[in-house]
């Protein structure tokens, strides 16, 4: 008897010492993040997919994922936030600029890591990009827009002037369209601009750069990347090099691009999201840069537009496409 009251006793040690044990751990309850994505397009999904498998590298952390997209629609966006506040989520995860803003007016005190932002500042959505204010921080999608411009000289060392068609509503050219003028300057090149707002638009303001440019150049413009067959079908015909900033574009018919891996730039925002998650402060949280420089190449494209890519330009690409991804806008 005596030895079964001393196991007994000792278990009773032993499940204290667990229970007092688990009562001071911090809690780790699963906490849902909302991923709003404002349209179906290639870094999208590269973003989204780097948040997944950067979150599921995060061995400590207890979260879940929801993903929402817009599908091209901006009266959507309110109605997604709404959603994801119903249904409780604690860390919301907008891509794009124009998402970012939105949630960052909805929701409230709950934290927010924006995603593929190229000027934050400029967006209005933080002040300071090294102590973030408030709940809100994130990563910045700048890409190395001189390097562009120094890899369209290697391809069309005569080319001196660039047709650009871009929205001015559309907060990322808002953002880099002062930034293209500059180095498009700085590079010996001249920008023969149209403003347009909306994708029918692009249709009649393609046709009035014929003779006026030696080739076309595309950013990270959404109203301009959602009309880009229309682009590529219009340089192909016309035998005008289409180049472009980012390097979903080039899968889709753009020549070239030293664009950014949004994948990484997902890997970066999944960082974010568990630093906050195991109760880091915002305000330590500084605004990520991530470094593009991949080097993207459409052979099949450069060759419907007339154009020999150079041996050294073509061994140096880090991917290279045999065929366009949506000829015909499909």
């Not at 400029?122 to 709940?135: C, H």
Request: net charge negative; hydrophobic share 45%; no cysteine.
């Amino acid at each position: 008897m005596k030895t079964k009251r001393i196991i007994i006793g000792l278990l009773l040690i032993i499940l204290m010492v667990g229970v007092i044990y688990m009562l001071n751990q911090p809690n780790r309850g699963v906490v849902q993040v909302g991923v709003l994505e404002p349209m179906a397009h290639p870094a999208i999904s590269d973003v989204t997919q780097g948040i997944r498998d950067g979150l599921d590298a995060e061995s400590d952390i207890n979260l879940s994922i929801v993903v929402k997209n817009a599908n091209a629609d901006s009266t959507v966006i309110p109605q997604i936030i709404a959603q994801f506040k119903d249904a409780g989520v604690g860390i919301f995860v907008p891509i794009f600029t124009g998402t970012s803003q939105a949630t960052k007016n909805s929701v409230g005190h709950k934290p927010i890591v924006f995603v593929a932002v190229t000027d934050p500042v400029a967006a209005g959505l933080v002040n300071d990009t090294k102590s973030p204010e408030g709940n809100i921080t994130g990563v910045s999608d700048l890409w190395p827009i001189g390097a562009q411009f120094d890899l369209i000289h290697q391809i069309l060392p005569e080319a001196s002037r660039i047709g650009i068609v871009f929205d001015p509503n559309d907060p990322s050219s808002a953002a880099t369209m002062p930034l293209i003028r500059e180095y498009a300057s700085a590079k010996g090149f001249a920008l023969v601009e149209r403003p347009v707002h909306s994708a029918i638009e692009i249709a009649s303001a393609l046709p009035v750069l014929m003779g006026q440019v030696d080739l076309l150049f595309t950013a990270n413009d959404v109203t301009v990347t959602k009309a880009l067959p229309a682009l590529v079908a219009f340089a192909i015909e016309n035998k005008i090099p289409l180049f472009a900033g980012d390097y979903s574009s080039v899968q889709r018919g753009a020549i070239a691009a030293i664009g950014q891996n949004y994948y990484n730039v997902g890997r970066e925002a999944a960082e974010l999201i568990a630093a906050i998650h195991r109760g880091d402060p915002i305000s330590s949280l500084p605004i990520r840069y991530t470094k593009g420089g991949d080097l993207h190449l459409n052979v099949a494209a450069a060759e419907r537009m007339g154009v020999a890519i150079p041996e050294g330009v073509r061994s140096s690409a880090q991917h290279v496409y045999n065929e366009i991804s949506e000829e015909g806008g499909q």
